[in-house]
């Protein structure tokens, strides 16, 4: 994110901030309208998962042309809907990474053009700090913080010592949760994306296959999958060359078991060793029964304060990225006119400025 400050975009006390925010880094195209980073005003999603479902994944020139497509729609069918006037919007907010480049480039450039015309602050937004300030919109975030972010792109615990600042602990070193859940899906005959197929089939199973539970070196917060993915590959293989029926539902639980023990297991620990007050679920797994409700049982259990946003935020959307943007507006750090697409965007570096606080 290339920072200035923009005395713009200093906080007017007791003003209602009204913040555009853009999502397109990957398959869906997204505008939404936030009030004060937490109320939203307006929403609005158009999928792609029709178009890539024939290719089995997603094809990143099709996602980039399909959002040339929506997106001008989108944009002023958000601010009518909003019921503001143009002018009366404080900021505007863009996903600048991580993501497909082609697909993050389209909502920069609309982005940026609606700011130039305007006239207002722009603000570079990580995709990963939407998914976890998605929880800001459902509930006031408690310093500090855990996150476990499970995405279709991401599998990560993040540390938040205070507001806007991110360390990632550990995340996975080869295919992540939503990645492994698809790929699994695929090898089961579940048409794209596969996730919550695999979900429903664990959830209705009473067979359960054992697979093994990848923990890594004692005390590591990193993940694998890619083992526990080929573990299923290859019971799908030996049963379909020895022309058995493949059982799809014990295959869906034994994975779903093993990724979900693991994924709680860590969670947990973190928010122990670094005595969060809240621990968040975010990214589209956070969708996942199994999930959420392993998750709530143990931390009911133990004590421990949960927010998991509502599916419509899980999902990729721009209303989580009008939350996290608004974390940066407060503080006067927005973007200038030259940021470009970052397919491999750090979350650290997007912290806020240590040494900035509240005006
Ligand atoms: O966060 P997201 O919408 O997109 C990325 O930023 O990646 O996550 C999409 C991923 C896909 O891999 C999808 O299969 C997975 O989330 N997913 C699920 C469930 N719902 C969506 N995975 C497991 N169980 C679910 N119920
Ligand atoms: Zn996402």
């Given at each position: 994110m290339n920072k200035v400050s923009n005395e713009k975009a200093r906080p007017v006390q007791d003003k209602d901030v009204y913040m555009l925010a853009v999502e397109t880094s990957c398959d869906e195209t997204s505008v939404a309208v936030v009030k004060n980073?937490?109320?939203?005003?307006?929403?609005?999603?158009?999928?792609?998962?029709?178009?890539?479902?024939?290719?089995?994944?997603?094809?990143?020139?099709?996602?980039?042309?399909?959002?040339?497509?929506?997106?001008?729609?989108?944009?002023?069918?958000?601010?009518?809907?909003?019921?503001?006037?143009?002018?009366?919007?404080?900021?505007?907010?863009?996903?600048?990474?991580?993501?497909?480049?082609?697909?993050?480039?389209?909502?920069?450039?609309?982005?940026?053009?609606?700011?130039?015309?305007?006239?207002?602050?722009?603000?570079?937004?990580?995709?990963?700090?939407?998914?976890?300030?998605?929880?800001?919109?459902?509930?006031?975030?408690?310093?500090?913080?855990?996150?476990?972010?499970?995405?279709?792109?991401?599998?990560?615990?993040?540390?938040?010592?205070?507001?806007?600042?991110?360390?990632?602990?550990?995340?996975?070193?080869?295919?992540?949760?939503?990645?492994?859940?698809?790929?699994?899906?695929?090898?089961?005959?579940?048409?794209?994306?596969?996730?919550?197929?695999?979900?429903?089939?664990?959830?209705?199973?009473?067979?359960?296959?054992?697979l093994p539970r990848v923990w890594l070196e004692e005390g590591s917060y990193d993940f694998s999958l890619s083992g526990l993915k080929s573990a299923v590959l290859n019971l799908v293989n030996q049963s379909r060359m020895k022309g058995e029926e493949v059982d799809k539902g014990g295959i869906a639980r034994g994975f779903q078991e093993s990724v979900v023990e693991v994924l709680v297991a860590k969670a947990i620990r973190a928010v122990h060793e670094f005595g969060a007050k809240q621990l968040l679920l975010c990214g589209g797994v956070a969708a996942n029964g199994g999930l959420r409700s392993a998750l709530t049982?143990?931390?009911?259990?133990?004590?421990?304060?949960?927010?998991?946003?509502?599916?419509?935020?899980?999902?990729?959307?721009?209303?989580?990225?009008?939350?996290?943007?608004?974390?940066?507006?407060?503080?006067?750090?927005?973007?200038d006119l030259y940021i470009k697409g970052e397919p491999g965007m750090s979350l650290e570096d997007w912290s806020v400025e240590a040494t900035a606080s509240r005006s």
């Open positions: 980073g937490r109320e939203v005003l307006v929403n609005l999603v158009a999928s792609q998962i029709e178009t890539h479902k024939a290719f089995g994944g997603v094809v990143p020139e099709v996602a980039s042309r399909q959002h040339v497509e929506c997106i001008t729609l989108l944009l002023e069918q958000a601010i009518a809907e909003s019921g503001l006037q143009p002018d009366e919007l404080d900021a505007i907010a863009v996903t600048e990474g991580p993501g497909l480049v082609g697909a993050l480039l389209v909502g920069i450039m609309a982005a940026k053009a609606l700011a130039f015309a305007l006239d207002k602050p722009l603000i570079g937004t990580h995709h990963i700090a939407g998914h976890i300030y998605a929880n800001q919109l459902i509930a006031d975030v408690q310093y500090p913080a855990i996150a476990l972010v499970v995405s279709g792109g991401h599998t990560e615990i993040v540390r938040m010592e205070s507001e806007g600042r991110f360390e990632v602990m550990g995340q996975t070193r080869d295919d992540a949760v939503g990645e492994a859940y698809d790929k699994v899906a695929r090898a089961l005959g579940f048409p794209y994306p596969g996730g919550p197929h695999v979900d429903k089939a664990a959830q209705a199973s009473e067979s359960t296959v054992t049982a143990r931390c009911e259990a133990e004590s421990i304060p949960l927010l998991i946003p509502p599916m419509k935020y899980c999902t990729d959307n721009a209303a989580m990225i009008g939350a996290a943007a608004y974390v940066k507006w407060t503080r006067g750090e927005v973007s």
